[in-house]
């Protein structure tokens, strides 16, 4: 039995149109070498309005490209279609994206909510406030180090102590690193939907 998730899985309306829009992007990455151009007219108001969104790319178990912004500066549907070629070819971490990937490759939107920045005076005391499986989380040490992780890293670690190491980690600080002046955000995503790009694609009216 085919057990890859399907466009028809996810809900009807928004989370559908924003796994089209982001599929879109990537497929016209793929033909043309570029992102696709944007008549913002033709789409809804809410995809008209500034939004912050992360694009997430899997291939199998792994990852395979993440881009996305923390705060909204430009159209949602704008926002999506840069992310999205952005994931797929232009994320440092890994080659462009090749057209024999796309069948087994996994596209997943989240659309955040603003951020709450989060004051504390120590480690434990963030902890103390953190929902895990629910925040995502932004650390910032001056100008130079910056990191997030969106809520579903909740998945792979679990414990929050876990979770702010490999996050001080990913942003260039020790592990253990603690400051005064270290700042913390957090936020929550609205829509989050997977689905294949080869099925999306298929169905992109975008």
């Known amino acids: ?20 829009i982001a599929a879109a992007a990537i497929a016209h990455g793929l033909a043309h070498g570029e992102p696709p151009a944007l008549r913002l007219a033709e789409y809804p108001p809410e995809l008209r309005r500034p939004g912050a969104s992360f ?3 899997t291939c199998g178990d792994e990852l395979r490209g993440c881009i996305g912004t923390l705060e909204p500066f430009r159209a949602l549907a704008h926002d999506l279609v840069m992310n999205a070629y952005a994931a797929a070819f232009l994320d440092p971490r890994f080659p462009p994206l090749a057209g024999a990937e796309a069948a087994l490759l996994t596209v997943e939107v989240a659309v955040l909510n603003p951020l709450e ?3 504390c005076g120590s480690e434990t005391e963030l902890i103390g406030r953190l929902r895990p499986h629910t925040d995502g989380v932004v650390l910032e040490e001056g100008t130079r180090h910056r990191a997030t992780f969106l809520p579903k890293v909740w998945e792979a670690l679990p414990e929050p102590e876990d979770f702010l190491r490999e996050l001080r980690r990913k942003a260039g600080l020790a592990p253990g690193y603690w400051s005064d002046t270290l700042r913390f955000a957090r936020y929550t995503t609205g829509v989050i939907r997977s689905g294949y790009l080869d099925a999306l694609a298929r169905g992109a009216g975008a």
């Open 1 to 20: 039995m085919d057990s890859r998730p399907h466009e028809a899985d996810t809900a009807a309306g928004a989370p559908v149109r924003l796994l089209s």
């Open 55 to 57: 694009v997430t790319l």
């Open 117 to 119: 920045v989060l004051v």
